[in-house]
């Protein structure tokens, strides 16, 4: 049985050396310090390794381990474009209500686990948690970790972009940049999840709740958005999260 390579990030995008330099026999990449630490320090991976290597728009390429810099990277001597596993072509951006705890650290982790395209943390009227932007600047490199790190256990082939966080008004006016948007309610009028159809080519907007759920006064502001449910049970948020990207990955792979 071959042995799977190691997946490395990239933050050059392989579609443009593919397209130039890898036709002249000639594609470079180098990686981070970072990521360079983990290859050689923590993996014991050495010159003539060779590696997958994936950047953020979902290319992948097997490459070489050419030499190690003394800046900290690796170059690396890309080989071929790797062969892409069979994903969703739906696009999932998913507004989740900040929970307490460092519990979007978990989320954020998820994202990258199901292929979301887009999160983005969202402050609600019940939201406990508020989120400064020099806060959402301290906790994104931690994020960013936690999305790498990720993306390389579950090979996905694409990183979830973490956008900085929206007010619940602020998302509302962005609905019309998504075909659909939906958002989880626990209400006996809401339409259960298990009914929803939608087209896989469709980008999707999911908008999840505190465990208070939304307020009358936003459930009002966001009437373009159809309400939905997971069923009679409350979930907590981070539940919720899981259970409900999960159901819209799997409509976008049939």
Known sequence: MTKALKRFLVTSSLAFIHSSALKRKAAAVSLTP?????????????????CLLFDREGNECTGRVESFQEDGSAQFQLLEPAVKSSE??????????????RKMDDIVRKSAE?????LIPL?????????????FQKVSSRWERILT???????VSRLPRVAPPASF????SRFSSYDRVFILHPDSKAKPIREIEVDNSDHILLVIGPEGGFSD????????AEVITMGHEIMRTDTAFVA????FKLMGER
């Open 34 to 50: 970072e990521e360079t630490h983990h290859l050689r320090d923590v993996l014991h991976l050495k010159k003539g390794s060779e």
């Open 88 to 101: 969703g072509v739906l696009k999932l951006s998913v507004a989740q209500a900040i929970p307490q705890d």
């Open 114 to 118: 199901l292929g979301l395209l887009e």
């Open 123 to 135: 402050e609600t009227e019940r939201t406990i948690v508020r989120m400064s932007q020099d806060q």
């Open 149 to 155: 790190q990720a993306a390389k256990q579950s090979r």
């Open 169 to 172: 008004k602020d998302l509302c």
């Open 217 to 224: 006064q936003e459930l009002k502001l966001a009437q373009r």
């Open 244 to 247: 409900a990207a999960s159901f």
